[in-house]
């Protein structure tokens, strides 16, 4: 899996954006199951629980070709469960479907997927900026630049050499979040891809 030079710029707003969708995706996986599961007693539920299985399928699929896009990666593609009957056929094949079930844990990885990549790239800016800015802010009296109690930085070269291991953590974070971010689309695609 070759990096490129464009992951520096794509892998960040993948997993970025990964957080918020993965959050939808969590919140419509749960909702479903949870009204699907509460209405089974009703006879509803069935077709509840179905039609989540059915959207779930579309969803992982439509975020899956998202990620396939922006990498240059195989489009995966599930398959729908041929049906020639009513509304409980179509409701049994649809929770019979094994495509359904993987793209249901599908949308559940991406949102561990998108607290991780979220969180990562968060404190990779994060921590490279305030690294950066050392230099500029290290003199001001309102403001403590070190660790406390380990370390501070009071004086010029500290505070050039602090703004060299921003510079460090800047290129390695960008390096490492370029390999996250492809792994992950890469993982995304073979998790949805028809087992052989």
């Known amino acids: 899996m070759a990096l490129r030079p464009l992951d520096v710029l794509r892998s960040p707003a993948y997993l970025l954006a ?3 969708l993965g959050v939808a995706y969590f919140a419509f996986v749960v909702g479903a199951a949870s009204a699907g ?4 007693v009703f006879v509803v ?7 989540g299985v059915a959207v779930a399928r579309r969803l ?3 975020d899956a070709r998202l990620a396939a896009r922006l990498y240059d990666t195989p489009v995966p593609d599930l398959a729908s469960p041929c049906v020639d009957g009513g509304l409980l056929a179509t409701a049994r094949a649809e929770l019979l479907c094994p495509d ?5 844990g599908y949308l559940l990885t991406r949102f561990a997927v998108g607290v991780a990549g979220f969180a990562a790239v968060v404190t990779w800016l994060a921590t490279a900026a ?4 050392t230099p500029l802010v290290y003199d001001r009296p309102d403001v403590s630049v070190g660790v406390a109690g380990a370390w501070t930085v009071d004086t010029l070269p500290m505070a050039l050499g602090a703004a060299c291991v921003g510079l460090a953590v800047a290129v390695a974070g960008a390096v490492a979040v370029a390999a996250a971010g492809r792994a ?3 993982a995304s695609v073979r998790l949805l891809a028809p087992a052989r």
Not at 37 to 40: D, G, I, N, P, Q
Not at 45 to 51: K, R
Not at 100 to 104: L, V
Not at 130 to 133: E, G, N
């Open 18 to 20: 990964s957080f918020p």
């Open 37 to 40: 599961v509460s209405l089974l």
């Open 45 to 51: 539920g069935v077709f509840v629980l179905a039609g």
């Open 60 to 62: 992982a699929v439509a």
């Open 100 to 104: 359904s079930y993987r793209a249901t």
């Open 130 to 133: 305030a690294l950066l800015a």
């Open 184 to 186: 992950a689309a890469v």
